[in-house]
């Protein structure tokens, strides 16, 4: 049964800093791509990062380029998501996931609240 548990999300003034972390379970972390997504209050869910299995490969949104980190462990099948000088407008659910074509599934994690706000 895969698990993707959210952690580190908070509310952060402007210009501010959080670290978002990812642990996954229940399925071969090591070779699948993840994603970070999120969701803003009235807005559709959108692609935040990607990183590739290896960790070598990273996308961003044009939103956050600059601005967020991803990254991954994967002896400790975690990911994370760096993210600095933050704006209003990141206020959002962020949400884990990961899609595994090759068994069908597109598998989620519950989400972490990142409010920011002064």
């Known amino acids: 049964q895969v698990q993707l548990v959210e952690s580190g999300g908070g509310l952060v003034q402007p210009g501010g800093s959080l670290r978002l972390s990812c642990a996954a379970s229940?399925?071969?972390?090591?070779?699948?791509?993840m994603n970070w997504y999120r969701q803003g209050p009235g807005r559709e869910r959108e692609l935040v990062a990607f990183?590739?299995?290896?960790?070598?490969?990273?996308k961003y949104a044009d939103s956050v380029k600059g601005r967020f980190i991803i990254s991954r462990d994967n002896a400790k099948t975690t990911m994370y998501l760096q993210m600095n000088s933050l704006k209003p407008e990141d206020t959002a659910v962020y949400y884990c996931n990961v899609r595994r074509d090759d068994v069908g599934r597109n598998d989620w994690g519950q989400g972490t609240q990142v409010t920011v706000s002064s």
């Open positions: 229940g399925f071969t972390f090591r070779i699948y791509a």
């Open positions: 990183i590739s299995s290896n960790g070598v490969i990273k």
